[in-house]
């Protein structure tokens, strides 16, 4: 038995901006090479001022539309005059901003972040080095655990430790996904292991310049190598399903504190984060091409169509 692991088709959901830094320091070819790991080498040669300013501009445009739609779905509440007026200067461009949207299966977790709350609260109000998150995504109809845990998550901005930090955007679909995947800093993705198949939208984090920061699980088992992105865990999972968690919500924190925050917020006299914008450039070399639907459909063709044409399929391989 063999496997093949799921890819994204680049066009989809890569910013025009990244077309455009990829078009100048890829050269146009890559265009038709797109699944093929040389050629995204070439992002080594990328002007780190020019990549982080990319970025920024993407991240700018998730907040305004974070905004527009959070002082939308106030205003359909009939939420205080004061609510929705503080929905439209809602989170910091500045500030580490970090993603999450996806199905809102309980296995997945959306609030393991809320373990240490205490801990979680103080990284999240640190004046100097300022964390926040975005959520997104829908539950299935009549997954009534799912949607619980929709609601806690949408409920923090009633907590005055999570308000104006912790934003929860409704009607989620692929103009949310887009948005999201194209303007984090980081893409949060902490399932309990071993339930994640593959997952793909961190992969389409990794095409913008987003950082992923996961359980290595999933897709993110096979891709991290310690300097494309951040994991939680040592990819073991404990029997005990409450133990296991807990020392996932812990190990979320202390990466998030020890690592992340550190490493974004270590910057040069021009304001660069030269050591993040390493792991930038690292991610989208060894990860573009391999987690591409180009890769995905080779994949295919050489491992199992053209095997199963000519015999068996078990092997994986051509004869």
Same mark, same amino acid.
């Given at each position: 038995?063999?496997?093949?692991?799921?890819?994204?088709?680049?066009?989809?959901?890569?910013?025009?901006?990244?077309?455009?830094?990829?078009?100048?320091?890829?050269?146009?070819?890559?265009?038709?090479?797109?699944?093929?790991?040389?050629?995204?080498?070439?992002?080594?040669?990328?002007?780190?001022?020019?990549?982080?300013?990319?970025? +920024?501009?993407?991240?700018?445009?998730?907040?305004?539309?974070?905004?527009?739609?959070?002082?939308?779905?106030?205003?359909?509440?009939?939420?205080?005059?004061?609510?929705?007026?503080?929905?439209?200067?809602?989170?910091?461009?500045?500030?580490?901003?970090?993603?999450?949207?996806?199905? =809102?299966?309980?296995?997945?977790?959306?609030?393991?972040?809320?373990?240490?709350?205490?801990?979680?609260?103080?990284?999240?109000?640190?004046?100097?080095?300022?964390?926040?998150?975005?959520?997104?995504?829908?539950?299935?109809?009549?997954?009534?655990?799912?949607?619980?845990?929709?609601?806690?998550?949408?409920?923090?901005?009633?907590?005055?430790?999570?308000?104006?930090?912790?934003?929860?955007?409704?009607?989620?679909?692929?103009?949310?996904?887009?948005?999201?995947?194209?303007?984090?800093?980081?893409?949060? +993705? +902490?399932?309990?292991?071993?339930?994640?198949?593959?997952?793909?939208?961190?992969?389409?984090?990794?095409?913008?310049?987003?950082?992923?920061?996961?359980?290595?699980?999933?897709?993110?088992?096979?891709?991290?190598?310690?300097?494309?992105? =951040?994991?939680?865990?040592?990819?073991?999972?404990?029997?005990?399903?409450?133990?296991?968690?807990?020392?996932?919500?812990?190990?979320?924190?202390?990466?998030?504190?020890?690592?992340?925050?550190?490493?974004?917020?270590?910057?040069?006299?021009?304001?660069?984060?030269?050591?993040?914008?390493?792991?930038?450039?690292?991610?989208?070399?060894?990860?573009?091409?391999? =987690?591409?639907?180009?890769?995905?459909?080779?994949?295919?063709?050489?491992?199992?169509?053209?095997?199963?044409?000519?015999?068996?399929?078990?092997?994986?391989?051509?004869?």
């Amino acid at each position: 038995i063999g496997h093949i692991t799921n890819g994204v088709h680049i066009p989809t959901w890569l910013a025009y901006p990244m077309v455009q830094l990829y078009d100048k320091y890829l050269g146009t070819e890559w265009h038709t090479r797109m699944g093929e790991p040389d050629i995204w080498q070439k992002i080594y040669a990328v002007d780190p001022g020019e990549l982080w300013e990319t970025h +920024n501009a993407l991240k700018s445009r998730l907040l305004e539309f974070v905004r527009r739609r959070v002082s939308r779905q106030s205003r359909r509440r009939n939420e205080d005059p004061a609510i929705i007026e503080a929905a439209r200067t809602v989170l910091d461009p500045n500030a580490l901003t970090i993603g999450f949207a996806r199905r =809102f299966a309980t296995y997945k977790r959306a609030d393991l972040f809320l373990r240490s709350i205490d801990q979680m609260a103080d990284l999240l109000d640190d004046p100097n080095r300022p964390v926040q998150l975005v959520f997104a995504g829908k539950a299935h109809p009549a997954d009534e655990p799912g949607k619980k845990l929709i609601q806690k998550i949408a409920n923090l901005r009633h907590d005055p430790r999570f308000a104006g930090r912790v934003v929860f955007i409704e009607d989620y679909d692929i103009n949310v996904a887009r948005h999201m995947v194209q303007g984090v800093d980081v893409w949060l +993705n +902490n399932p309990r292991r071993p339930l994640e198949a593959s997952g793909t939208s961190g992969q389409k984090a990794v095409l913008n310049g987003g950082l992923n920061f996961s359980v290595l699980d999933g897709w993110w088992a096979e891709a991290y190598n310690g300097m494309n992105g =951040f994991s939680i865990g040592g990819g073991v999972a404990h029997a005990d399903v409450e133990i296991n968690d807990a020392r996932d919500g812990e190990d979320l924190i202390r990466v998030l504190a020890e690592e992340i925050v550190p490493l974004f917020y270590l910057r040069d006299a021009d304001g660069l984060p030269h050591e993040w914008i390493a792991r930038m450039t690292n991610s989208i070399a060894t990860l573009a091409a391999r =987690f591409s639907a180009h890769r995905m459909v080779t994949d295919y063709v050489q491992k199992a169509y053209l095997v199963a044409a000519g015999g068996l399929s078990s092997d994986m391989s051509v004869r």
